[in-house]
């Protein structure tokens, strides 16, 4: 089997019984509230290329945790050849169709070890080889012609060595919506998410989405209408589009997703997550600990009483952890580490119960 499957997914959840309500069920897959994560910043560091991700991954599978999320661009491919070696690695101790596996294009990959020119690199890859023209190319890094997405996706299937795609995203769209304007924009979608359909009846992908970093909360002109989109996928492929999921970041100190009405649903004012809802999309969140910036203080005594009054979680990872695997309407989080001890440690709030709605929105009065 090539991709996750209902049946497999609730098997692999049932291996960790002891777990306290860490299993969402959506789209028909059984999905972990945690997802890991491969983003590492900071990608022209040397350092970036050494194999990382390998013994996290595994880890996070052993932990319970069947989300895989990654990038065509993080690390310039490394990350996505390093999820492919640690599933090679695992054998028969994880099926691919237990596992969730996601990722994007959008961003240029570039190669590794990084081009001595990348203009060059770019000049004889992309806009020689027919996938984009230089004016679809923002900042020298971003674009989303339907040509080269699709040629990003075959690459990133190639690297983690995997027949095909649970979730396949456009990353980071809004970046072209000032460029083109939001009458080409859209037109733009429309040409991508009829490619996606195209490329999901061939077997690429079961499911696309859009992943973004501020599209979806932006109270700019970058901002993203998730009706809209919606709307898009619909005229392209009909009810039963495969338009399933939106990508965004989400923790304690970025809580616009919940907090803030950005979005509008048959002209009623709504947060994004309100929106996917009424939308029948799913809510997946990222940067669940802002890239450890949310640890520069100790939070207060009184999140840590909210979030675990049972005094089980130790640190205020697992906190932070615990808040955005309990907020209503998310199906999983995804957070980044390498380092196998302590995705261990942070797998450890799944013994843990999730917070209640009435308990967790106490901690937007603190």
Known sequence: MKYATQDATLSFAKRFSNYKDFYYKYDNLVFSKLGIGTFNKEPYKEENYVFHYIEGVKQAIRSG?????????????????????????????????ELIICSKGGFIQLDYPFPKNPYTWIEDNIIKAGLAKAEDIELDQHCMTPDFLEYSCRRSLKNLG??????????????QMIKLGEKEFYKQIEKI?????????????????????????????????LERLVEIAKKVGG????????????????????????????????????????LKIGVITSSSLLQMNLFKNSFKAETGVILDNTMTLKTDI????????????????????????????????????????????????L
């Not at 995997?162 to 970046?175: G, S």
């Not at 950005?262 to 709504?270: L, R, W």
């Open 193 to 225: 998410f009829k490619r996606f359909e195209k490329l999901a009846d061939e077997g690429l992908f079961q499911s696309y989405g859009v992943a973004v970093w501020s599209g979806f909360t932006s109270e700019r002109e970058e901002l993203l209408s």
């Open 65 to 97: 945790i069947n989300l895989i999320d990654t990038a065509s661009n993080y690390r310039y491919g490394e990350s996505e050849k390093e999820i492919g070696e640690a599933l090679r690695e695992l054998g028969d101790e994880a099926k691919r169709e």
């Open 239 to 278: 009810e039963n589009h495969r338009f399933k999921y939106i990508q965004l970041p989400f923790n304690m100190g970025k809580t616009a997703a919940y907090t803030q009405m950005t979005q509008k649903v048959s002209n009623e004012a709504c947060t994004i997550i309100q929106a996917a809802y009424r």
């Open 318 to 365: 697992q906190l932070a952890l615990q808040f955005v695997r309990s907020t209503p309407g998310i199906i999983s989080s995804l957070f980044g580490s390498k380092v196998p001890v302590h995705i261990k440690e942070n797998s450890e709030i799944a013994k843990v119960k999730s917070v209640k709605r009435e308990k967790y929105d106490l901690l937007y009065r």
């Open 162 to 175: 995997v027949e095909a795609l649970d979730i396949y995203y456009l990353h980071n769209p809004e970046m």
